[in-house]
């Protein structure tokens, strides 16, 4: 893979050269750019299979050169600081990041994820700029990956989540059923902010989905959508809390 690195710190392109070099042999670096314009001569120049994109460069941002390529294939691992802002805007768009400064064998991980990819998503990092234009709002999307495509679903019809071993069903108020390469736990300390609670080792549910709760036989939620999710014990008196100042 032909990679270019857009970056507006020199010591930061040296280094990412280096462990690119070191840990990452599938990718040849054929160029960098510190700007926005230098970046677009570069890209039309070589036309990269992946762009290792910072996202506050000089003359503007990355999304900015991503915007001058509409149609724009490359892969792209933005490289970011530690803004905790930024962090939680990549979670919700799963764009990958790599934080800095860089370590090895998270850039290892980043490159293979990207090897895999199939072209760039650009529905994915419309959500990721949502979200970092606006970091006083909770981002009202999020960008699920499945093992054949990548869906934009609004989070507010998203009836619940199981888990599924390493992986997570959605089931969204439509009645789609959405299968995610993710963890029930990522999406957990994701969504409790918009009204979700981890009601049960394998069941995160919306809480404005929720009917009623049953107490008998251990206790289970009534889903408006006709469904019963079961509430572990160590939940059940914080669902009722919850209920009762809802």
């Excluded at 690195?5 to 599938?26: G, K, S, T, W």
């Excluded at 724009?72 to 805007?89: H, Q």
Aim: some cysteine; hydrophobic content about 45%.
């Amino acid at each position: 893979m032909k990679g270019i690195i857009v970056e507006d710190m020199p010591q930061v392109i040296a280094a990412l050269e280096a462990d690119l070099a070191a840990f990452c042999p599938q990718v040849t670096i054929v160029g960098s750019a510190t700007s926005v314009v230098s970046a677009a001569k570069l890209i039309q120049q070589v036309k990269p299979d992946i762009i290792f994109l910072d996202i506050m460069l000089g003359d503007g941002t990355g999304f900015d050169l991503l915007e001058i390529f509409p149609k724009l294939e490359a892969r792209i691992i933005f490289t970011t600081a530690s803004e905790e802002y930024a962090l939680r805007a990549f979670r919700y768009a799963a764009v990958d990041y790599l934080l800095k400064p860089i370590a090895p064998e998270q850039l290892a991980e980043a490159v293979e994820r990207a090897v895999r990819q199939l072209g760039s998503n650009r529905e994915s990092l419309n959500v990721l700029r949502e979200a970092i234009a606006q970091p006083e709002l909770l981002p009202t999307r999020l960008s699920l990956h499945t093992q054949e495509r990548i869906i934009i679903t609004e989070i507010d019809q998203i009836v619940r989540c199981e888990a599924d071993g390493n992986n997570t069903r959605f089931v969204l108020a439509s009645g789609e059923k959405i299968y995610v390469t993710k963890t029930l736990k990522q999406f957990d300390q994701l969504l409790e902010r918009h009204r979700f609670m981890r009601v049960h080792q394998t069941h995160l549910v919306n809480f404005r989905f929720v009917k009623g709760f049953e107490k008998k036989d251990g206790g289970f939620l009534l889903l408006k959508n006709g469904e019963t999710i079961p509430v572990s014990v160590r939940k059940k008196m914080d669902v009722m809390q919850w209920l009762e100042g809802f």
